[in-house]
Every structure is written in structure tokens, then in C-alpha cells.
């Protein structure tokens, strides 16, 4: 990569840290207490109904490595999907163009959610759960996987949103279930065989279990398969970059 792209790049970062963290009263502290305060709603809530989550004993643990994977993913997704439109005035000057301001949202936002996400966990695990054995492997696995696949879509829709701005509406009334279907409040093993064999090919269930498999030394599932979702998250990915491409001109001009 050229030395003025990557200038470009960063440029946009340190545009975006300061507009969107900078002006705001706590700044970066609301990326941990969000994602926190989410997690906490639902242990308290699932605790008052069961008497235990679906592996080991702490709810918060549980809802965490679900929840925290899936916030990574939409978080990627939702950001680069408007990237065009949010870097709009500076991609009016040639030195600067759509690639620059794609990446530059993806990189910070992945590595805001890295960072996000590592704090919450070693908060949770010291002071309610302190006896987990960690497993690395699946867990940057599941990661990893979950930021190309908010790659591929926010890359995807950055160009039909810039083109139809109706889309934007569209698709969160049909990813709104997401949440549900994407093994957050329950893993795989727990659905009865329709619903295992419909969500199966929802990328995210992949992905929380896999999760899972680094924070539970006693849970091993046969459903996952990164291959299937690496795939996905690929063709996504080259369509989303080959249409940005040929329409962020287009899209710009509107």
C-alpha cells in the first residue's frame, strides 16, 4: 500500500475518532458501557426466569460471548456501510477516494471493537467469573470471521444504500431478528431440528458458537463451519467492493 493512501487512511481515522468520541461527554468510556449494559439487561433477565444459561453458571459470561462477537459484527457492518456518505465532502478532492474511506471505517471501528471487547472480558471474567481457561485459537477465529463478514456487508450495502436510500430502511427490518437468530440467548443444540436446520445458514450462528468454544473447555459442537462462513463473507466482500467501485461516482453525485 502507497504512502499517500495510507496517510489518506489514517487522515480519516483520527477525522472520525475526533468527531464521533472527541465531542461526546466520556468519549470512548460509552464503547465499554453500552455493550455492557446490554449484557448485564440480559443475564439479570434470563436469571429471574432460569435457573442457569445453556453453559456453565454465569449468565453474564454466557450473554457476553454471544452478545460482544455479534456487536463486533453489526458495529462493522453499520459503519462501512455508510462510508461513502460520511466521508462525502473529503472524497470530493481527488487525493482521497472511496477505498480510502472504507478501510479507514473498518480499521477503526474493528479495532475500537477489539479493544471494547478485550476490556469487557477481563472485567467480567475477574470479577464474576474468574475460573475460565481461555482458549485463543477459536476465539480470534470467531472474530476475525466476524469482522470480514461486517466487511463484506457494510461493503455490500454502502453501494445500494448510496443508490436506493430506501434499502437502508429495508434491511434493518429484515436483519431486525438477527439478534434472535444468531445464538446470543441460546446456543445450537438447543433449537429443535427445523430451526437448527433453517439457521444453520446464518453465518453469525457460526460465529457465536465458535465463540463459545474458546470461553467452555466442555462445549464442542459439530454445526460450525468457518469454511462455509469465510466463503460468504468472501463473496460478499468482492461483489460489495466490485460495485462500490463501479457506482461510488454515482453515488457521490447525489
Same mark, same amino acid.
Given at each position: 500500500?502507497?504512502?499517500?493512501? @495510507?496517510? +489518506?487512511? $489514517?487522515?480519516?481515522? &483520527?477525522?472520525?475518532? %475526533?468527531?464521533?468520541?472527541?465531542?461526546t461527554?466520556?468519549?470512548?468510556?460509552?464503547?465499554?458501557?453500552?455493550?455492557?449494559?446490554? @449484557? &448485564?439487561? &440480559?443475564? @439479570?433477565?434470563f436469571s429471574l426466569l432460569l435457573r442457569s444459561p445453556s453453559l456453565g453458571t454465569s449468565f453474564i459470561l454466557? !450473554?457476553? =460471548?454471544? !452478545?460482544v462477537v455479534f456487536n463486533l459484527y453489526q458495529v462493522i457492518s453499520s459503519t462501512t456501510s455508510q462510508a461513502i456518505s460520511y466521508s462525502k465532502p473529503l472524497l470530493m478532492f481527488p487525493a482521497v477516494n472511496w477505498f480510502d474511506a472504507l478501510v479507514a471505517?473498518? $480499521? $477503526? +471501528? %474493528?479495532?475500537?471493537?477489539?479493544? =471494547? %471487547?478485550? /476490556?469487557l472480558f477481563? @472485567?467480567? /471474567?475477574?470479577?464474576?467469573?474468574?475460573? =475460565?481457561? /481461555?482458549? &485463543?485459537?477459536?476465539?480470534?477465529?470467531?472474530? %476475525?470471521?466476524?469482522?470480514?463478514?461486517?466487511?463484506?456487508?457494510?461493503a455490500l450495502n454502502c453501494t445500494l444504500i448510496g443508490l436506493f436510500p430506501v434499502w437502508a430502511m429495508i434491511w434493518g427490518i429484515i436483519t431486525r431478528p438477527l439478534f434472535l437468530a444468531s445464538g446470543i440467548i441460546y446456543i445450537y443444540e438447543d433449537l429443535p431440528k427445523l430451526?437448527?436446520?433453517? $439457521?444453520? !445458514?446464518?453465518? *453469525?450462528?457460526?460465529? #457465536?458458537? *465458535?465463540?463459545?468454544?474458546?470461553?467452555?473447555t466442555t462445549y464442542s459442537p459439530t454445526y460450525i463451519n =468457518? #469454511? !462455509?462462513?469465510?466463503?460468504?463473507s468472501l463473496a460478499l466482500l468482492f461483489f460489495g467492493l466490485l460495485l462500490t467501485r463501479r457506482y461510488n461516482r454515482e453515488i457521490l453525485n447525489r
Amino acid at each position: 500500500m502507497r504512502f499517500p493512501v @495510507i496517510r +489518506n487512511i $489514517l487522515a480519516l481515522m &483520527l477525522r472520525e475518532m %475526533s468527531t464521533r468520541y472527541g465531542r461526546t461527554p466520556g468519549g470512548y468510556i460509552w464503547g465499554v458501557v453500552e455493550p455492557l449494559a446490554a @449484557i &448485564l439487561f &440480559l443475564a @439479570i433477565g434470563f436469571s429471574l426466569l432460569l435457573r442457569s444459561p445453556s453453559l456453565g453458571t454465569s449468565f453474564i459470561l454466557f !450473554y457476553a =460471548t454471544g !452478545y460482544v462477537v455479534f456487536n463486533l459484527y453489526q458495529v462493522i457492518s453499520s459503519t462501512t456501510s455508510q462510508a461513502i456518505s460520511y466521508s462525502k465532502p473529503l472524497l470530493m478532492f481527488p487525493a482521497v477516494n472511496w477505498f480510502d474511506a472504507l478501510v479507514a471505517r473498518f $480499521l $477503526l +471501528n %474493528s479495532l475500537t471493537g477489539i479493544i =471494547t %471487547s478485550i /476490556l469487557l472480558f477481563t @472485567i467480567i /471474567l475477574n470479577i464474576v467469573e474468574n475460573r =475460565t481457561v /481461555l482458549d &485463543l485459537g477459536p476465539i480470534v477465529e470467531a472474530f %476475525s470471521l466476524a469482522m470480514m463478514l461486517g466487511l463484506g456487508i457494510g461493503a455490500l450495502n454502502c453501494t445500494l444504500i448510496g443508490l436506493f436510500p430506501v434499502w437502508a430502511m429495508i434491511w434493518g427490518i429484515i436483519t431486525r431478528p438477527l439478534f434472535l437468530a444468531s445464538g446470543i440467548i441460546y446456543i445450537y443444540e438447543d433449537l429443535p431440528k427445523l430451526a437448527q436446520d433453517i $439457521l444453520w !445458514y446464518n453465518p *453469525l450462528m457460526h460465529i #457465536t458458537g *465458535l465463540t463459545r468454544v474458546g470461553f467452555y473447555t466442555t462445549y464442542s459442537p459439530t454445526y460450525i463451519n =468457518t #469454511t !462455509y462462513v469465510f466463503f460468504v463473507s468472501l463473496a460478499l466482500l468482492f461483489f460489495g467492493l466490485l460495485l462500490t467501485r463501479r457506482y461510488n461516482r454515482e453515488i457521490l453525485n447525489r
